[in-house]
């Protein structure tokens, strides 16, 4: 390997370890000759959510102009022109390794900028559109690195894996979220338990969600359990070297709604964390179960009433 490339690498590797603790400790429990393709898609994703989310004190307009720059730069990268870029070498070496469908890659820039100008959903259709390209595509995308005894029969699995992981994100940062003038809660959903936008707001002044707005949460948190209930016969599909990190992140992930199950499902109280003795706990577990065990699906499978 150049040193370009092991320095895209290594820039991707770190990327994953500051921003991304649960997925990069999950990683961990991978074969080290995959560890670094996944750190690859960590930073391509990344980098691109940091152009819309960490350059906020700039206009839209420039914002999705570096955007589309950073997107025509990987464009040309796949037909060959030189990357002149820390992270791009990683992930377009790691795309040509395992022929990575790259229409994932469009759909995942679509979703990131459609973040520059939508700040609300009006329904749960709506978002999962969005999420079609933020998270489902992330599965896809990982699927072939992680690999698989039945690709075909694994990949629907794998893409309610990422709503799964992107919805918890997103019952977990609402008051984040509101800060950077969004709410990915679709409005259906807030009028289905009489909360509205400024109710919302106020309470991300006040630090202290309303029962209306707790109602809601909980609501949320069973709809993403149906994702993880809907994802979990794709664990056992995987390989069995990456069934333990895949397990890992499955676990831990889900570990965030109980914890804010455990907060009375207030968000706004405290953003939910798994602590890290579980953390650790979690990945022990995970490496002394045997491949093909079926994995405990979070809290309670019901689905959204």
Known sequence: MDSDLAAAYGQCRELHRRHGRTYYLATRLLPAWKRRHVHALYGFTRYA????????????????????DWAGRFVAGLHGAP?????LPAVLHTIAVFDLDRDDFASFLKSMAMDLTVSAYPTYDHLLD???????????????????????????????LGFAFQLTNFIRDVAEDLDRGRTYLP??????????????????????GTARIRELI??????????YAAAAPGITMLAPASQACMRT???????????????????????????????????????????????TIPGPTVHPR
């Open 49 to 68: 959510d940091e152009i819309v989310d960490g350059t906020e004190d700039l206009p839209p307009a420039e914002r999705a102009a570096r955007l589309d």
């Open 83 to 87: 990357a002149d870029d820390p992270l």
């Open 130 to 160: 969005y999420m079609e390209g933020s998270a489902a595509v992330i599965g896809t995308m990982m699927l072939p690195i992680l690999g698989s005894s039945d690709p075909v029969a694994a990949r629907e699995p794998a893409r309610q």
């Open 187 to 208: 409005d259906e959903d807030l009028a289905k338990f009489g909360v509205t936008h400024d109710e919302l707001a106020q309470a991300r002044a006040r630090g202290r």
């Open 218 to 227: 909980e609501y949320e948190v069973t709809r993403a359990q149906a994702h």
């Open 249 to 295: 992140a499955y676990a831990l992930y889900g570990g965030i709604l109980d914890e804010v199950a455990a907060q009375g499902y207030d968000v706004f109280a405290r953003r939910a964390l798994v602590p890290q003795r579980r953390r650790m706990a979690v990945a022990a577990r995970a490496l002394l179960t045997p491949a093909g065990t079926p994995v």
